[in-house]
């Protein structure tokens, strides 16, 4: 379970029903998080040293920095609760009340285990050395045809989300039929998964030889799926509803569907003033041959994207679900999100 910042004695973070204190340690001239989708909005500027309060949803997990002098981000020393963040060591996190987490992520991790084959080759498309995770089910059996996902941001989803481990603890209780799990690096990830169908080149030339050549995976879209967070739930859910003959499932955990093809200049993109160009195709041209699995965090600026995307493929009646979850746009969410996405797309 994760620990409760606030419980600390030098008492960094106050909470009270909704209401949540945050006591600014010296140096500390702003407040920044979650609440201000970190650099999407401005932060919150400290008056004369004094604690700042919020409101903020019960059973949340809140993940937030002090900002210095010098306009940098830095962590709160009072505070030792980190978050599942990859990308930066100053976040520290506070629960508003509980944080609930789905029971798989804690139940144990069976004896047998799945099996990861590491592939890597210098790319072609993209430039530079490619990298993926061919993750094979406990009993893998080259005799039957496996589904499979092919997974993006990679190493984040196998290393800090452990979509493997969760996997191989479903097919223990008998909660979900086996697959194969491909875990694929991106290059340039800017560049890579915001609506570039130089991308779809990419796996069909690189991975998906690679992969079907030597693993027992399915080669058509009624077992071929799509799964990535953020830019790769964007590219995921872009290639998906395009291609009917390649992929028949999406999971999109915080797609960043703020996004349009000419919101690209080199590895800069823009997923804040684009508008939602993926949704009025959608909306036009309905993917009919996707089964989807949509969450979102519901303290960042792409809950209402998520939330109107989810009600497009309502009103399109496309096969689907929509979770939130009461955090940010972090490894928190989507962790937390795994369970019932593996559930909804593999379940028995």
Known sequence: MLLFAATLASMAVLVSGTAVTFIPPPGAVALSGDFTDWTKRPAIPVQQGRPITLT???????????????????????????????????????????????????ADLPPQRGEAHRLSWEGGVFPGTRRAIVYTPPGYDAAQTYPVYYVQDGVAFYRTGKLGELMDRALSLNLIRPAVLVFVEPGERNEEYYL?????????????????????????????????????????????????????????????FIAHPQGRSGTTIDTTTAGEWLRTELTQQPPHHL??????????????????????????????????????????TWRGALPEALLYMQGI
């Open 56 to 106: 903020l949803p019960r059973g949340a997990w809140v993940e937030y920095a002090w900002v210095g002098a010098d306009g940098k981000p830095f962590a709160d020393p009072d505070n030792p609760q980190r978050s599942l963040n990859p990308w930066w060591n100053y976040p520290r996190a506070v629960q508003v009340g509980e944080y609930r987490q789905h029971p798989l992520l804690s």
């Open 196 to 256: 570039n169908d130089r991308y779809l080149d990419f796996l069909r030339a690189e991975v998906f030889t690679r992969v079907e050549g030597t693993y027992s995976v399915a080669e058509d879209a009624a077992g071929r799926g799509l799964w990535g967070a953020s830019l790769g739930g964007l590219i995921s859910l872009y290639l998906g509803s395009r291609h009917p003959e390649l992929f028949g499932a999406v999971v999109s955990h915080s797609g960043a």
């Open 291 to 332: 089964r989807v699995s949509l969450d979102t965090g519901t303290l960042e600026w792409l809950a209402a994207p998520n939330r109107r995307m989810a009600a497009a493929l309502m009103d399109a009646g496309i096969e689907h679900q929509y979770r939130e979850y009461q955090s940010g746009h972090n490894w928190v």
